[in-house]
């Protein structure tokens, strides 16, 4: 049985992608930020798999960290044997205007976006490169293909993703490995709850569809991409967005 590995896939959108992915008939590992939190709701996640009849089991790893993917990444082949599908969905926000943002500010967001799908990639690539086959999907954002205020750090690290995903899908290519990003517009999960009413409205009445995305319509098209039907489909980004920028 083909094995899907999601990062931050303890709430929102990778919790959503760990379940569809589990519903078109992949194990699923189950990464989650290590705290007691988190785990919980991992735990939950996992159990909501398996009601698809796969296997599903949960791994703690700060993927931000280089030796926690290395040991996370050796645990999910001990447990599964194969990493088929590698989704690099984990991420976090720390908005503010430039003129107000802290240098630690911008940096905790670049380690976690960025940095984090440097450290699965090395540690992923090489398992799919023997295997001759792998299906990468790294989660974007369309701040990072149009920028957005108060964000600096999160659309630096969302444009970067980018960039590494076509160089992946180049440098990997002829191993039968493709590489792919989805770049999410506004959707409905903890992230956005957070923002305000006014900012909310104000993103919305650039959205073409003029409603919020659901969880779901971001792994409907990551299921796409780690499928076989994608198999000719790489370095590319799809915008989810609801017709954000047209
Ligand atoms: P979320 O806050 O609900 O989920 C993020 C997940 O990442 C959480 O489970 C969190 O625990 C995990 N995480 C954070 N830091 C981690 C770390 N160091 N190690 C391991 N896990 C970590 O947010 P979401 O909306 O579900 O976002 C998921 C992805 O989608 C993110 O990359 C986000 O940037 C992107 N995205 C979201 C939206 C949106 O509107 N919600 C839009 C565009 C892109």
């Not at 008939?25 to 796969?54: L, M, Q, T």
């Not at 903890?190 to 993103?203: E, F, G, N, Q, R």
Request: glycine share 8%; hydrophobic share 45%; net charge neutral.
């Amino acid at each position: 049985m083909a094995v899907a590995l999601i990062t931050g896939a303890s709430q929102g959108i990778g919790a959503c992608i760990a379940k569809r992915l589990a519903k078109d008939g992949f194990s699923i590992a189950v990464n989650h930020y290590p705290s007691e939190g988190d785990k919980a709701k991992a735990i939950e996640v996992a159990r909501e798999c398996e009601a698809f009849g796969v296997k599903a089991v949960c791994f703690s790893a700060d993927v931000s960290k280089m030796e926690d993917c290395e040991t996370m990444v050796k645990a999910v082949r001990d447990e599964f044997g194969s990493i088929d599908a590698l989704v690099n969905n984990a991420g976090i926000t720390k908005d503010k205007l430039l003129a107000r943002m802290g240098e630690d500010e911008y940096d905790a967001v670049i380690a976690v976006n960025q940095k984090s799908i440097f450290n699965m990639l090395k540690n992923v690539c090489p398992v799919m490169m023997r295997q001759k086959h792998g299906r990468i999907v790294n989660v974007s954002s369309v701040a990072g293909l149009y920028g957005n205020p108060g964000q600096i750090n999160y659309s630096a690290s969302k444009a970067a993703i980018i960039g590494m995903t076509k160089t992946v899908a180049k440098e990997y290519g002829r191993k039968n490995i493709t590489c792919n990003a989805v770049a999410p517009g506004l959707i409905r999960t903890p992230m956005t709850d957070v923002l305000s009413d006014d900012i909310k409205a104000k993103m919305l009445d650039a959205v073409a569809m003029k409603r919020y995305g659901e969880p779901e319509e971001i792994a409907a098209v990551v299921s796409f991409l780690v499928s076989e039907d994608s198999s000719y489909v790489t370095g590319q980004v799809i915008e989810i967005s609801g017709g954000l920028s047209m």
